[in-house]
């Protein structure tokens, strides 16, 4: 018996000038107009970073976080700008009442807490990073002004942009969370409540326009991030949140200030030097994953058999393990963060794959002996790092590389906009465990932990790509089999993102039905406790990565996204 399966692609795009990759059009095109101006890679990451805010609202804005790395050719050093939020100093670790801890809810599998307060409501949000993260950026990197770059988004936020079946579907499948508030029923929804319409069957589409956010953003344009964090934003969201009882306050923002640290965390993988966020994202993991496959030789794989994907799947395995038993805020919490990217501790994990059996019965390993240093945590362990994400990518004529991920946390995050600003703000109570006393627990400003893990990779001083994915954990496993596929089996860009992919965190192994019916087999075969799942328009079951790669010969750029969502690439 056979089916008809999805075979859809993209063509791969090519430059010598400059290529920005976005997960939608709009944003792509106000970072090729900072480009056609004379900007360099920060200059249209932040202009498309604002403009994706605005035309895909459910997944980032200045309510979210972000991070980004930044590689300047022309030194080659790389700086991690850390958008990342604190949650408020009024919160209490106890904050949210357990109905039922053996019942998990939310994406991360949190125990359910009463009225699903820790994912949606006035009680959930931090302090949003994004902002800081790209003004900051901006000024120390950029060369163009706030108000060129924040045009296109502020043109979109005034003017409105058509709605498509993609923001159409994600306003419509979150309409029940976005109706509990006024303002947010108000800001996204037609005046008889009904959503907006994508065009279809004859129909004309809706223009959404959002008056308030282009206020918002014209005000940033006009006074930098102080208007935001110290200034009429920050005072306009506090008393909003003191009103309707949320835990955000004036002090909150103003004591915010994002990380910006040169070199971020590093990593070498068979000659290449991979690059990305700080110990909060999910880069980390994808270190620990690449260090164990390091000691296999991959590149004499067929891709995509089932040699290979036994491999990834175990070594994924063994990764995200450690990540959900140790990894938090190094900041509040002891960490064996050196440890767990240590070579030698994977020589060790290493061992523990076994080629002819699955090993769903794996266990998180013993890094504190290759930490050189610390003192190990009894903190029982957390679920680190998922949520909804947007993703972009920039590498421009001198080649430097920017690669850039932003998220509200859950699809609109706390579902909650503040009166008059358009503002959605974060979910960031999800990103941590309700129950106190734990690695990843509430604490008054305790830093988020993202699943995001933006990556650039060079190779003797020289660029060589740009990275990245949106798709809560699945970004990582996605980011990972995008690396192997352009480093080992030296693919396009393309090709690489649109390649069938497999994720593994714990017992089960969940597998892209494009690997095939006889692939899926030989998995369960070998113990694999399998979740076939198809991918379509709508599903996000396997990261949605983008990636630029630049010739090592000739130096072109070439720029793939993905084939299912209106991702776009531009090259110049």
């Known amino acids: 018996m056979q089916r008809s399966e999805w075979n859809i692609s993209k063509s791969e795009v090519s430059s010598d000038v400059g290529v920005v990759a976005t997960m939608y059009g709009p944003a792509t095109e106000a970072g090729v107009e900072m480009l056609q101006r004379g900007g360099n890679a920060v200059d249209a990451a932040v202009a498309a970073g604002f403009a994706v805010g605005v035309v895909e609202p459910f997944n980032s804005g200045l309510g979210g976080i972000a991070i980004m790395v930044y590689h300047e050719a022309r030194t080659n050093r790389t700086w991690v700008i850390d958008g990342t939020l604190t949650l408020p100093q009024a919160i209490k670790p106890d904050q949210f009442r357990i109905s039922d801890p053996d019942a998990p809810a939310g994406i991360y599998g ?10 949606t409501g006035v009680l959930t949000p931090g302090v949003p990073g994004m902002p800081g993260c790209l003004l900051r950026a901006l000024e120390r ?6 108000d060129e770059t924040m045009a296109p988004a502020i043109r979109h936020a005034e003017d409105g942009y058509p709605i498509d079946w993609y923001v159409c579907l994600a306003m419509a499948v979150n309409q029940h969370r976005l109706a509990m508030f006024p303002e947010s029923r108000r800001v996204f929804y037609r005046e008889d409540g009904t959503s907006y319409r994508a065009p279809m069957l004859g129909v ?5 326009a959002q008056p308030d956010l282009a206020r918002t953003l014209r005000l940033i344009a006009a006074e930098g991030p102080d208007a935001f964090y110290r200034g009429p934003i920050a005072e306009a969201i506090s008393a909003d949140m003191a009103e309707m009882g949320g835990l955000l306050r004036y002090e909150d923002f103003a ?36 260090n164990i496959l390091e000691g296999f030789d991959v590149a004499g794989m067929e891709p995509g058999s ?7 799947a175990e070594a994924q395995r063994l990764a995200f393990l450690d ?9 509040t919490a002891s960490i064996p963060l ?5 070579k030698p501790y994977a ?5 523990a794959f076994d080629p002819a059996a699955a090993g769903t019965a794996a266990t998180a390993g013993a890094p504190w002996p290759f930490n050189g240093g610390g003192t190990p945590s009894d903190l029982p362990p957390g679920n680190a790092g998922d949520s909804n994400t947007t993703h972009l990518t920039v590498i421009d004529k001198d080649r430097n590389m920017v690669s850039l991920l932003s998220t509200l946390g859950q699809h609109f995050g706390s579902a909650v906009v503040p009166r008059g600003t358009g503002i959605v703000l974060n979910n960031a109570t999800m990103w941590f465990d309700p129950q106190p006393g734990r690695i990843n627990s509430i604490l008054p400003g305790r830093r988020g932990m993202t699943a995001g893990a933006p990556v650039i990779v060079t190779r003797d001083g020289k660029p060589v790509m740009a990275t990245g994915a949106p798709g809560g954990r699945r970004v990582i496993s996605s980011v990972i089999q995008t690396i192997s596929n352009v480093l080992d089996h030296g693919m396009g860009p393309q090709e690489a993102v649109t390649r069938p992919r497999i994720h593994s965190e714990g017992p089960k192994t969940e597998v892209d039905q494009r690997v095939g019916q006889e692939r899926v087999d030989a998995l369960a075969a070998l113990g694999h406790d399998i979740e076939a799942k198809e991918e379509t328009f709508s599903t996000s079951y396997f990261g949605r990565p983008l990636a630029i790669t630049v010739d090592p010969e000739g130096g072109r750029l070439k720029g793939g996204v993905n084939q299912l969502k209106p991702a776009l690439a531009i090259g110049l």
């Not at 990540?323 to 900041?331: M, S, T």
């Not at 020589?347 to 061992?351: L, M, Q």
């Open 110 to 119: 949190w125990p359910s807490v009463e009225n699903d307060a820790n994912n």
């Open 141 to 146: 990197f950029g060369t163009l002004g706030r």
């Open 204 to 208: 004309e589409g809706d223009t959404f």
């Open 255 to 290: 004591g915010y200030e994002p990380r910006i640290v040169e070199g971020g965390i590093a990593a070498d993988y068979r000659g290449y030097n991979i690059v990305g966020g700080l110990d909060n994202s999910g880069f980390p993991t994808v270190l620990q994953a690449l």
């Open 306 to 312: 089932v040699e290979e994907l036994h491999l990834m």
């Open 323 to 331: 990540r959900h038993k140790y990894l938090g805020d190094q900041e």
């Open 338 to 342: 050196d440890g767990i990217l240590s």
């Open 347 to 351: 020589t060790e994990r290493r061992a």
